[in-house]
């Protein structure tokens, strides 16, 4: 598996993550193979006049086509804040409108190694529940990063509840006479 292609940057008030797709060629060639034989299959359908396997291939077709969009420019976007995180699924032609899941206490961010790409973790968030303090998961990411982005990705989350936690705790200033 190639490397991941990640960009992570902050505006001190969010954290926006976004991940590429970064998938082997071969699997992009069967890709497109599958595509290749499910549109032959149709012009057939279309050329004997067989109304049902068109439309049954159709449908396959339509989510074959969705999946190879996905493997081929496919993206991920994340939104972080101190009170949310919010996700969005980029195919290329379209996009999948952002979810937002609400924090209900601090975020916890968990890595897992990616196997097929050494050196690669796939991040998880969750938060704590506040009435008994469990734990419970937010977002499981789709596509590895590289360990070093993921640190990153770390330190600026726990750079921004830093930052919201001074001002929530912030000293009334002292005004001397």
Known sequence: MHRPKSE???D??????????????LGKVALVLANLFILTIIGLGIAWQIPLMVICFLLLFILLVKYSLWNFCGCENLIINTRAISY????????????????????????????????CVLCSFGSYKQ?????????????????????????????????????????????LN
Do not use: W
């Open 8 to 10: 992570i940057f902050s």
């Open 12 to 25: 001190s008030i969010y954290v926006y993550v976004s991940v590429n797709v970064s998938n082997p060629l």
């Open 88 to 119: 969005q699924h980029n195919y290329g032609l379209f996009k999948t409108r952002y979810v937002t899941k609400r924090l209900q206490s601090r975020l916890i961010i968990s890595h897992s190694l990616y196997k097929a790409c050494p050196g």
């Open 131 to 175: 009435i008994d303090s469990t734990p419970f998961e937010l977002y499981n990411m789709n596509f590895p990063m590289i360990e070093a982005d993921a640190k990153y990705l770390n330190t600026l989350i726990e750079k921004l509840f830093i930052d919201d936690m001074s001002k929530r705790y912030d000293l009334p200033q002292i005004i």
